[in-house]
């Protein structure tokens, strides 16, 4: 168990709809990742954020978009959701900055949730 | 340019040793990692090297970086069946959008 919690671990909506996918860090951990992985794209990176602000994006849509809240929570919020928005969306944390992680190394990963847009 | 790249798929035989080989292009990388993704479950790290070093062991895990040759691989000696997963090379970016980088993901596969 890595600490990091994600929710739900599936969904199964129609496209044109709206979700949001939930990701609390592990204790201590003040910066939150956001990754796709997909079967044809593997791992994408979409947004980071750290203590509450945003710090690196990625390959992240215009239809999606994510907040990191006071209690370091974040929601990755995804709508107009296509056939292709179906893959398992993982949340990771770390204690430090995305620069700064490397002195630590570590990135720990949630179980993901999986989005099947039919 | 920001790209991490590796081959999609390995298959050893049980007691082999695995080398799963990646190659990335941002020079400015300052630590490059191996991660590890069992079936339904998020992943692991497994090592990381920092830029400046050219060998990384630990225990049946030896970690090889060719900074020339923006090469990275990893070497699992005496490959067992639990080691069938999904291995990611990711490089971490500490630039002005400091990012992590992960590949597409090597899955190993073990055969009797």
């Known amino acids: 168990d890595s600490g990091v919690t994600q929710t739900p671990k599936h969904l199964i909506t129609a496209t044109g709809q709206r979700v949001t996918l939930r990701c609390s860090p592990r204790s201590g951990d003040l910066s939150v990742y956001w990754y796709q992985q997909s079967l044809d794209q593997g791992l994408q990176f979409l947004i980071q954020?750290?203590?509450?602000?945003?710090?690196a994006k990625g390959n992240i849509l215009e239809r999606f978009s994510a907040q990191q809240f006071p209690d370091l929570h974040s929601e990755l919020n995804l709508s107009s959701l296509e056939l292709g928005d179906s893959a398992l969306y993982f949340c990771a944390s770390s204690k430090f900055d995305a620069g700064l992680a490397g002195l630590t190394g570590e990135l720990f990963f949630g179980e993901g949730s999986r989005l099947t847009v039919l | 340019g920001e790209d991490v790249e590796q081959s999609l798929f390995l298959s050893v035989r049980e007691g082999d040793s695995s080398v799963i080989n990646c190659t990335y292009t941002d020079s400015s990388s300052t630590y490059l990692y191996w991660y590890k993704q069992e079936p339904g479950a998020g992943l692991q790290l497994l090592t990381y090297?920092?830029?400046?070093?050219d060998m990384k062991q630990d225990q049946r895990l030896t970690v090889l970086l060719n900074k020339k040759d923006k090469h990275l691989s990893l070497r699992i000696a005496d490959t067992q069946t639990g080691d069938s997963a999904i291995y990611f090379c990711a490089e971490s970016l500490y630039s002005s959008a400091s990012k992590i980088i992960f590949g597409s993901g090597t899955r190993l596969s073990i055969r009797p």
């Open positions: 954020y750290y203590n509450g602000e945003e710090r």
């Open positions: 090297i920092f830029s400046n070093m």
